[in-house]
């Protein structure tokens, strides 16, 4: 648990908000995939655990098994920039944001930039959200959509690379989830500006090294 602390604590220096000068670099990408002023994006994951022997029942999402939220915001590089744990798992990602801290520092955040968001996140003055279909929406609001979705994919892609690289994350104890994701979340990021290569297969042997320092 000493080693999940000591990585956990590092995260006010690995998992922060860009500089200027690395804003107008991340704007750049999604610029190019035709949406300016857009430097992150937002969505939430689950983080399967243990039946909690408290409230267990607020803890089973809609799949059927029993979670925590993980909402997080990361950049075209998949750099996490914001993360928000805890919430059980039954609670929707509007809540968990609507309670998180990014809800109230966000536009201080962005400035002029914005961030993107699927339809489960409110439209905000810095937070762009799809247009709801219900069958009405023009040739440019679904061009909107669509450009919408191509590039919030890049935190759905950092959500599977983060799973990939900490198993652990499949299946974890309540008590020690917030250190332990927070951790992982350091270690993904320290991994990528250093550009090492986690292996695809990690061994049992790591997996077990890895939860025993949890």
């Known amino acids: 648990m000493r080693l999940t602390s000591f990585l956990s604590d590092l995260s006010p220096h690995t998992i922060k908000w860009p500089t200027e000068d690395e804003k107008g670099i991340i704007e750049n990408h999604f610029n190019m995939n035709g949406f300016p002023n857009v430097i992150r994006a937002i969505d939430g994951t689950h983080i399967k655990i243990d039946k909690p022997q408290n409230d267990p029942d607020s803890y089973i999402n ?18 996490i920039l914001d993360v928000f744990i805890g919430y059980p798992g039954s609670v929707h990602d509007s809540r968990v944001y609507r309670n998180s801290p990014l809800k109230n520092t966000l536009q201080a955040e962005c400035g002029g930039y914005f961030i993107l968001g699927d339809s489960g996140y409110p439209l905000e003055t810095n937070l762009f959200t799809p247009y709801r279909d219900r069958g009405n929406l023009t040739t440019r609001q679904i061009n909107y959509n669509v450009k919408v979705s191509k590039n919030q994919h890049v935190i759905e892609h950092c959500f599977g690379m983060l799973k990939q690289k900490f198993r652990q994350l499949y299946h974890l104890k309540i008590r020690t989830i917030v250190p332990m994701i927070r951790a992982a979340c350091v270690l993904h990021n320290i991994a990528l500006e250093d550009n090492f290569v986690f292996s695809d297969n990690l061994d049992t042997n790591e997996g ?4 025993a320092y949890g």
């Open 208 to 211: 077990q090294h890895f939860q």
């Open 62 to 79: 809609r799949k059927g098994y029993y979670s925590v939220q993980m909402q997080a915001v990361c950049d075209h590089t998949y750099k």
